[in-house]
Nanobody
C-alpha cells in the first residue's frame, strides 16, 4: 500500500557530511509527521529529527545544530542533512511517515528498511 525508501547512507570521515533522502509512495492521501530515527549496535532505536506537515521541526539534543531536516510535501519526501558527523553518529538510520491512505480511516506509521551510516577514519 505504502512504500518508504531511504537512500544516501555510506562511510564518511569524522567532520564530514552526508545527505539522507526518504521517499514515500503508494495510495497516499496525506502525510502528517515525517521522522528520522537511528539505531546503533546494542542500543535502542532513538528519534533523531521530526518535521510536521507545516514544517515545524524537532531535533534530538545530540544532533541539534549539526543536522537539518526538511521535506517536500508535493513529492512526499524528507531529507536529513548531516554535517560535522561524529563516530557516535554511526547507526542504521530509519525513515518513518505518518500516512493516511485511501483504504484507511486513520493515520498510521510506515517505516523504511534503513540505511547504514558509518563515521570512521
Amino acid at each position: 500500500q505504502v512504500q518508504v525508501v531511504e537512500s544516501g547512507g555510506g562511510l564518511v570521515q569524522p567532520g564530514g557530511s552526508l545527505r539522507l533522502s526518504c521517499a514515500a509512495s503508494g495510495s497516499i492521501v496525506s502525510i502528517n509527521a515525517m521522522n528520522w530515527y537511528r539505531q546503533a549496535p546494542g542500543k535502542q532505536r532513538e528519534l533523531v529529527a521530526v518535521i510536521s506537515r507545516d514544517g515545524n521541526t524537532h531535533y534530538a539534543d545530540s544532533v541539534r545544530g549539526r543536522f537539518t531536516i526538511s521535506r517536500d510535501n508535493a513529492k512526499n519526501t524528507v531529507i536529513l542533512q548531516m554535517n560535522s558527523l561524529k563516530p557516535e553518529d554511526t547507526a542504521v538510520y530509519y525513515c518513518s511517515a505518518n500516512v493516511l491512505t485511501y483504504s484507511q480511516y486513520s493515520y498510521r506509521d510506515y517505516w523504511g528498511q534503513g540505511t547504514q551510516v558509518t563515521v570512521s577514519s
